[in-house]
Every structure is written in C-alpha cells, then in structure tokens.
C-alpha cells in the first residue's frame, strides 16, 4: 500500500503512544496553535556490538511497508522462523522492541531478516529505537528458551481458501 519511515516516541518520554508507527511519504499536516502534545519522532537501529550481519544497520533510521494481501489473515511469530502448514511465510526476521532499560514501551515487531536503512539516514539522533529482543529463561522455561539468545519472528497469512472451521460438536 505504501512504505515511509518507522516512527515512535521519543525513548526517554514516560508519555506518548507506546507502539511503532509507518509514516507515509508524503503526510496531510495541520498546524493547531496552543495545548500540549503528544511527540513522534523517527525510528533508528540499535544493533550495534552484535555478531548480527545487521550490526551494520546501527543508528541508522529504519524503513517501513504496510502491505496488502489477499488472504485473510495475517500474523506474527515470535520465536519461529516459518509458518505453520498450509500458510504462507510473508517474511521472516528478528523480533524486535525498545531496550529494557529504557523509559519508552513500543509493541513487538518483526523486522525483515533482510533490513535495510533509510538512504542518507546515518545519524544518532535517538528517537524511538529498535533493539534485537533476547530471551531469559526462568519464568520462560529453560529446556527450550536460554539466556542471551535473540528470539526470531515470522509474518504469517492464510489463504482465504483455507479458513478455519470449527469442529461440529452436534451429539
């Protein structure tokens, strides 16, 4: 439908929107004078002192798509790289949020395995950031989760063809 740049709240702001946004390109603004406000600021990579191919992506600002498909649903699978049977991997990646250290909350993303930055972008300007998420086991149980391992995601959707039907639970 279009793609733009990833934005979000400022990472130390305790207030504002809490997920990511997909700006388009080209914004309809209004300038309303007087009250407070409610800030968005760009998106950018945090990945750096990885061993991550991406580590190359670090400050840099992040792109966005919001796309269309024909099917019917579409989700996102954190901690698997592929699809369940019958549908179809739209992308896969990293599962990705803002640090645990920092003030700002933002939703779970998946990130295309295949990142790229914005051209001309490289800057440490510091807005709403994206960090690789890594998994502590515990709480999460230890057998198949383990400490300091990043967690990979995939995007998901299902054919219109394939909805689900509910069992007949007819006596």
Do not use: K
């Not at 409610?38 to 798509?65: F, H, K, R, W």
């Amino acid at each position: 439908m279009y793609n733009g740049y990833a934005g979000g709240s400022h990472y130390t702001h305790t207030g504002g929107g809490s997920n990511y946004l997909c700006l388009p390109r080209d914004p309809d603004l209004v300038n309303i004078v007087g009250g407070d406000r409610s800030l968005l600021y760009g998106a950018e990579y945090q990945l750096g002192s990885t061993d991550s191919s991406m580590n190359i992506l670090y400050d840099e600002d992040v792109p966005c798509a919001v796309c269309y498909t024909p099917n019917t649903n579409v989700v996102m699978i954190p901690a698997h790289s592929s699809c369940l049977d019958g549908w179809v991997l739209e992308y896969s990646g990293f599962l990705m949020s803002e640090s645990y250290q920092n003030l700002g909350r933002t939703s779970y993303v998946c990130v295309d395995g295949e990142a790229e930055g914005l051209d001309h972008s490289y800057g440490n300007q510091n807005g709403a950031l994206f960090y690789f998420v890594e998994t502590r086991c515990g709480s999460l149980p230890c057998g198949p989760y383990q400490d300091n391992y990043e967690l990979t995601c995939a995007v998901c959707s299902l054919p219109s063809a394939m909805v689900y039907n509910e069992p007949n639970n007819e006596a």
